[in-house]
């Protein structure tokens, strides 16, 4: 299947630590590791593995890190026709403290870049993507693009990451078929389970699937005539690292939906590639 996603690609710098430390500790990383990284870039990396012929749409500076970024993509089999380089711009990054104790991720990003706009958007042939995956990042910048999506692939099916709180971003999930929203997003705004996020969202019947991801707690799920279906999380024999465990999930969830299996399935098997994921480091798939 062809995919285009549109969303962020980061330079990641990677510290593996032996557990987290106390604020104004001095500690020394076990291992230093500089690599790609992003939602969307992570996510098509996955579905590349799985045999998906992927594109992406983003921006990246003018400078090393962005040559890094595209020479993997281009290495991972990822087409980088449609990126956008900011002249000037320094691509994003994210600093990654990676606890070897707990395989948590602790994140802190730099970015300062301008989204990937409408004007960008409006060139891409759409019609060539059967599925079109955005990370739900500005609502403004956004919703024409979700919109010029629907019209430009009305066959294509479009989903939607809503990863962290941002403004109005609540008004781009009727325009996806398939949404994936992350306990990030739900605890902040005080929804202690996934049913009450389901709830507070209030998607009319026939409309959208909703995907929540919740950790170590697993992923719930909404089907579109609004059954819910609880998947705890496949543990791996140790956790060792959950950095994008969440994008692996997403390609779990496009891979499982565009093969045809029934919800219960989609949710089962991106579950399980999550988990698989935290047992090891990196992207690559077993
Ligand atoms: P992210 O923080 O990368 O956005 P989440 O923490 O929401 O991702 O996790 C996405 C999915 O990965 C979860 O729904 C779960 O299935 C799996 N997962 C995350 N953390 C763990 C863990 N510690 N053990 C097993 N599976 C996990
Ligand atoms: C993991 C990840 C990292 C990146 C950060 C951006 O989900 O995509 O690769 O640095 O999140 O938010």
């Keep these: 299947m062809q995919v285009l996603a549109v969303g962020g690609a980061t330079l990641d710098i990677i510290n593996s630590v032996p557990v987290y430390p106390n604020e104004d500790d001095e500690l020394r990383a076990t291992s230093h590791q500089e690599c790609r990284g992003g939602n969307a870039t992570n996510t098509l990396v996955v579905l590349s593995q799985l045999g998906h012929q992927c594109s992406w749409a983003g921006v990246l500076g003018d400078d090393k890190s962005s040559r890094l970024i595209l020479r993997d993509l281009q290495q991972q089999g990822v087409d980088t026709q449609w990126a956008r380089i900011?002249?000037?711009?320094?691509?994003?990054?994210?600093?990654?403290?990676?606890?070897?104790?707990?395989?948590?991720?602790?994140?802190?990003?730099?970015?300062?870049?301008?989204?990937?706009?409408?004007?960008?958007?409006?060139?891409?042939?759409?019609?060539?993507?059967?599925?079109?995956?955005?990370?739900?990042?500005?609502?403004?910048?956004?919703?024409?693009?979700?919109?010029?999506?629907r019209l430009a692939a009305p066959s294509a099916t479009i989903s939607l990451e809503i990863e962290k709180p941002r403004t109005d971003i609540e008004r781009l999930i009727p325009l996806a078929d398939v949404v994936i929203i992350a306990k990030a997003y739900a605890s902040s705004h005080g929804y202690e389970n996934a049913l009450d996020l389901f709830e507070a969202i209030g998607t009319s019947p026939g409309s959208v699937m909703l995907f929540a991801t919740w950790g170590e707690d697993g992923a719930w799920l909404q089907t579109v005539d609004g059954n819910t279906l609880h998947m705890p999380a496949y543990q791996p024999g140790r956790v060792v690292d959950t950095l994008g465990a969440g994008d692996v999930f997403n390609a779990g969830v496009i891979d499982g939906l565009q093969a045809g299996l029934e919800p219960a399935e989609v949710l089962g098997r991106a579950v399980r590639l999550a988990g698989e994921k935290c047992g090891r480091r990196g992207l690559d798939i077993a």
């Excluded at 004007?119 to 993507?129: K, S, V």
């Design 86 to 149: 900011q002249p000037e711009g320094f691509t994003p990054t994210s600093y990654i403290l990676s606890s070897l104790a707990t395989g948590s991720r602790t994140i802190v990003h730099y970015r300062d870049l301008p989204e990937y706009g409408i004007e960008a958007f409006e060139q891409i042939d759409l019609a060539n993507y059967a599925w079109i995956h955005f990370e739900g990042r500005e609502a403004a910048v956004y919703e024409p693009m979700l919109r010029h999506a």
